[in-house]
């Protein structure tokens, strides 16, 4: 990998969470950092005896995928389709999600950050890992435009690109959202269940809400059960979220774009080795299978190697987190034995 020599890494290693320290990192808007924490897990085999997946998390995301408490582990895991028993699969935490319980590492000036910087400290921890090749990175939402930037800084790492409810780019329709995310985050008295409520909005969608509340009511709060639902997932990331991640976070959703500083798509994606795996969600309102189709249309125009899927929900965006069967039907045949080398 060709990596700046102005950002130099140091590893320390602690429990079954690792760090890496990051030190003097400058980010695309010239901001200097002496030190970034890049927290870590390692789940199958370990480093160097197997082919490395990558797995990328989303907005309220972290590194632990798999296992009784993994957010993926329907997908990643022992016999899962991404069989811990065949490959490594790592998980980086995106510096400032909290996961680690350090309020030193939290990222106050979150406006500084772009989704292509995590993509460049990713790449110094592979760095550090001794990684020289990816068989897979896998993501979805934010996760899976870091996977775009990621293939884009270094087009021979990875052999499949996999992001799913996610694309190359923020639309105007996702950068508005994220603004308005952002007015809630610094305006609201309560900033993280506030921004919660209205992001749930624009996961799921209106067949989703009514199939799943039909106007019912919540008799013992007099009100609406879709209300209370709302209300119960704002308080639980207000439990477990940092104000200034979820602003971070929220920044990089907005932030996705591989044509920046380049003069189109096309010529962003022209040195690109990966088999690029597009995946949609019919019902998504963040990212739209329209903009994902025109995605894959543009990548086979240009003899990339790509292939597109969709998945078939009524549950929008939230449906690569919920339609596990359909995401096994699409992944199998990329993630099954005879696929596999070792780096």
């Known amino acids: 990998m060709i990596l700046t020599d102005k950002n130099k890494v ?10 890496i320290k990051i030190l003097d990192f400058t980010t695309e808007q010239e901001a200097k950092l002496p030190l970034l924490l890049l927290s870590y897990q390692v789940f199958g085999k370990p480093l160097n005896e197997a082919p490395v997946v990558l797995v990328n998390h989303a907005l309220t995301g972290n590194s632990n995928v798999c296992g009784v408490d993994g957010w993926w ?7 899962k389709c991404i069989d811990t028993n065949e490959y490594t ?4 935490n995106i510096p400032g999600n909290g996961f680690d319980n350090d309020k030193r590492n939290l990222i106050n000036n979150y406006k500084d950050f772009t989704a292509r910087d995590i993509a460049k400290i990713l790449a110094l921890g592979l760095q550090k890992l001794k990684i020289q090749s990816l068989f897979a990175v896998i993501g979805g939402s934010v996760g899976g435009g870091i996977a775009w930037e990621l293939a884009t800084l270094h087009p021979n790492l990875i052999e499949h690109v996999i992001p799913i409810a996610s694309d190359w780019k923020s639309t105007d329709w996702l950068i508005a959202n994220c603004y308005l995310q952002d007015l809630i985050l610094n305006n609201s008295s309560s900033p ?6 209205h ?14 509340f039909d106007r019912t009511t919540n008799e013992s709060l007099g009100v609406f059960n879709i209300e209370s639902w ?5 308080r639980k990331l207000k439990e477990r979220f940092h104000l200034s991640t979820y602003k971070l976070m929220n920044q990089l959703l907005k932030t996705i774009d591989i044509s920046r500083g380049k003069e189109n798509f096309e010529e962003a994606v022209s040195t690109i080795q990966s088999h690029i795996h597009v995946v949609g969600v019919n019902s998504d309102l963040f990212f739209t299978v329209d903009e994902n189709k025109e995605t894959y249309l543009k990548l086979k125009e240009l ?18 987190l919920i339609e596990y069967e359909q995401l096994e039907a699409f992944l199998n045949p990329i993630f099954k034995k005879k696929n596999k080398k070792v780096a």
């Open 199 to 212: 992001a749930m909005l624009c996961y799921r969608t209106p067949i989703s809400f009514k199939t799943k």
């Open 89 to 92: 699969v790592l998980a980086f």
């Open 10 to 19: 140091l590893i320390i290693v602690k429990s079954d969470l690792q760090h």
């Open 303 to 320: 003899n990339i190697k790509t292939t597109y899927y969709e998945i078939n929900s009524i549950h929008g965006h939230d449906a690569f």
């Open 192 to 197: 993280i269940a506030d921004a919660r409520i």
């Open 73 to 79: 582990k329907s997908l990643v895991g022992k016999d």
């Open 230 to 234: 709302l209300n119960h997932h704002g």
